[in-house]
């Protein structure tokens, strides 16, 4: 019987061709709620469903689901419950490695962004109101010499790290906050003596710059919340390229209506795509809309891994980025 996959949205040409190359391909014409998802995976229609980071695979659907993979198109996984999927003997895959530059290009642009005030800057050139050059207008913070927080360390913070040393940022870093460990000199490589270890406390002091590069668990949920805004600088700027419920988006909104802290640059909220109300109306935010990998290269190679996975789980073959490696072994 010809492998067939499921895919919730359609994903870039070069991702479909591969699919269509291996078997039969279903586009779903708009993103499946929750129950018509269920219902597709448990019908025993597909082998593989190829989904989104809004596409909720927990645990009682895939209880029921009677594929023998899911293929996730991006690198974090937590719409996934990778436990029970083990369980069930469901294999995982994610897209690593080729979304790293993008995304740490998009918290280097909500860094100067926030710094320099574009949004506010930019708004006032199209309302018309640039009446000229003025020596006060819109003033900002300067970047260079500021401290830029790192919270965690892996690749995407480690990019981050590379563009923030060549605008001449002291970058400081908490490697697994909020918990501690311990970063060899041979760990950070290249970074050694560039970058310093410090407690996940001090980040939060000592940051200008606070930016989140932790993966969505149990112990990341609100690691930004009422009590390490409070202990934030005044002065400080909180960046999020991450996921949106690290941050108690609730307790953000009245830290910067209040003062608490000075301003933030959000990729991802809470509860995307709904806002927090209140914080569309803060001046002293850039708010996009999810797009750290949206560029046409790695979104092409984010389908092209995500449909190898596929394939890969279809044909009962090692898949190239496996989540739950295990199964796959
Ligand atoms: C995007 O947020 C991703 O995890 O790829």
């Keep these: 019987m010809a492998i067939h996959f499921l895919v919730t949205t359609a994903i870039p040409e070069p991702g479909l061709q591969l699919l269509r190359d291996a078997g039969q391909v279903t586009v ?97 050139v199209r309302d018309g109101r640039f009446s000229g050059w003025e020596p006060e207008l819109l003033l900002g913070r300067d970047v260079s010499g500021a401290v830029l927080g790192l919270a965690g360390f892996g690749r995407i913070a480690r990019a981050t790290a590379r563009r923030a040393l060549g605008f001449g940022m002291d970058v400081l870093f908490a490697p697994r906050p909020p918990g501690d460990r311990h970063v060899s000199d041979d760990e950070l490589g290249e970074f050694a003596g560039k970058v310093r270890q410090v407690t996940w406390n001090e980040l939060v002091q000592r940051s200008d710059f ?28 909180l960046i999020n390229t991450a996921r949106g419920p690290v941050v108690h988006e609730a307790a953000l909104v009245e830290a910067l209506h209040s003062g ?27 708010l996009l809309p999810h797009i750290g990998s949206a560029t046409v290269p790695v979104r092409n190679e984010m389908a092209r891994l995500s449909a190898l996975n596929a394939v890969a789980i279809a044909e009962g073959r090692v898949l190239p980025h496996a989540v739950n490696p295990l199964l796959g072994a």
């Design 28 to 124: 779903l014409a708009e993103p499946p709620d929750y129950g018509t998802l269920a219902a597709l995976c448990a019908s025993g229609d597909f082998d593989v469903v190829l989904t989104q980071l809004r596409d909720r695979m927990d645990a009682p659907l895939l209880a029921a689901a009677r594929v023998r993979g899911v293929s996730n198109f991006a690198v974090g996984y937590n719409n996934i419950d990778v436990d029970a999927a083990t369980r069930h003997g469901i294999l995982v895959g994610n897209t690593p490695g080729v979304l790293t530059d993008a995304t740490a290009d998009i918290a280097m642009l909500l860094i100067l962004g926030t710094a320099r005030r574009v949004v506010e800057a930019d708004r006032l």
């Design 260 to 286: 608490t802290i000075a301003g933030a640059g959000l990729d991802v909220f809470e509860d995307e795509p709904q806002l927090t109300p209140g914080l569309a109306a803060l001046p002293n935010t850039v």
């Design 210 to 237: 606070l930016s989140l590069h932790v993966p969505l668990t149990d112990q990341t949920r609100h690691l930004v919340d009422d009590d390490v805004l409070q202990r934030m600088k005044p002065e400080a700027i």
